[in-house]
């Protein structure tokens, strides 16, 4: 591998590497522990020194993803994280506690290119693609700050950060293999949550190629019109693309289809709005979450009044859909997409 970031090698690939380097095979399960609790090479004591003076000569490093702010919601306890890549990049996260567990919402990328229209990660458009081992990285460092005793600190992933997941689809399946990994943080793929604008074909070639996250699609609209003012990718797929692939989705891996769709005031809130969504998943295996907008000041967009959310949610159960309103966390630390980093961003810049 071309990588000098030791957290993007699996189990086999740091096997193949010690041997290259005339090194016991079996040190790679002692390094690929040590790399999954978020561990440097001044702490993995049962690593000859020999050998990771060998690595460090040799350029390569151990962890990519280092912490370097964290704020807590005084109103529920969520944890936003910014985070400083080994390029001096800065990607965030945010940690939301339920009752069922932890689950850490994790960055796929650093900016992104599908400017949406209300979100703050697309302002600046895709800087690059985060590697496979810089998006488990977020997940331990976090799961180690967390962690009490045996029970880790983070049980439940979503890739809903900054960044289109399935637009960097190969070091999205690499994370996805790795994190499951039951030698390494073994989370089950049942409890991660993949978010996509609905780019189709990426859809298809993940239930394909044996990966099955619960898919959420971020749809925000019931018809193609209005999806194209709020989305700019809905130029290239229609909403009846994406449902054509969604259940091919579904008939291939059995997971119930989430849909996302954020509530904006004077847009996409209205009654007839929702008898168009309600319409658009008929027949599908499905369930719509509702999203109060967190404001971002560059967009300019509102988020609808509480009343109107919930007469938008009548109107589709009286439709039969199953839907409920998400729970709007971290409103007090900048919790939305994109808003800490650029926050930062601009304060290092001044």
Known sequence: MES???ADYTLEELENLLVEINEPKFRAKQLFEWLNKGIGFDGMKNIPK????????????????????????????TKKYLYRLSDGNIIEGVLMKYKYGNTLCVSTQVGCRMNCAFCASGLEGLIR??????????VV??????????????????????????????????????VSDERGLNISRRNVSLSTCGL?????????DGFSPTMTISLHAPNDEMRKEIMPIA?????????????????????????????????NDSEDCARQLANVVKGLSCHIN???????????LDGSSKKNIYRFMAELEKRGVSVTVRRSMGSDIEGAC????????????N
Request: charged fraction near 30%; hydrophobic fraction near 35%.
């Open 4 to 6: 000098k970031l030791l």
């Open 50 to 77: 020999t050998l990771r003076d060998s690595l460090v000569k040799s350029g390569y490093y151990p962890q990519g993803v280092e912490i370097v702010k964290a704020l807590k919601s005084a109103i529920d306890g």
């Open 129 to 138: 693609n985060l590697s496979a081992g810089e998006i488990l990285g977020q």
């Open 141 to 178: 460092a976090v799961n180690r700050e967390n962690a009490v005793d045996d029970e880790r600190g983070v049980t439940n992933i979503v890739l809903m950060g900054s960044g289109e997941p399935l637009d960097n689809y190969d070091n999205v399946c690499k994370f996805l293999s790795m």
């Open 200 to 208: 189709c074909e990426k859809i298809v070639r993940l239930a394909d």
């Open 235 to 267: 130029k290239k797929y229609s909403i009846s693309d994406i449902i054509k692939a969604v259940k091919y989705y579904f008939d291939k891996t059995g997971r119930r289809i989430i849909f996302e769709y954020s509530m904006i005031a004077g847009k």
């Open 290 to 300: 509702l999203i109060p907008l967190n404001y971002v000041k560059e967009r300019g």
């Open 338 to 349: 994109g808003q800490l980093r650029r926050k930062v961003l601009k304060d290092e810049s």
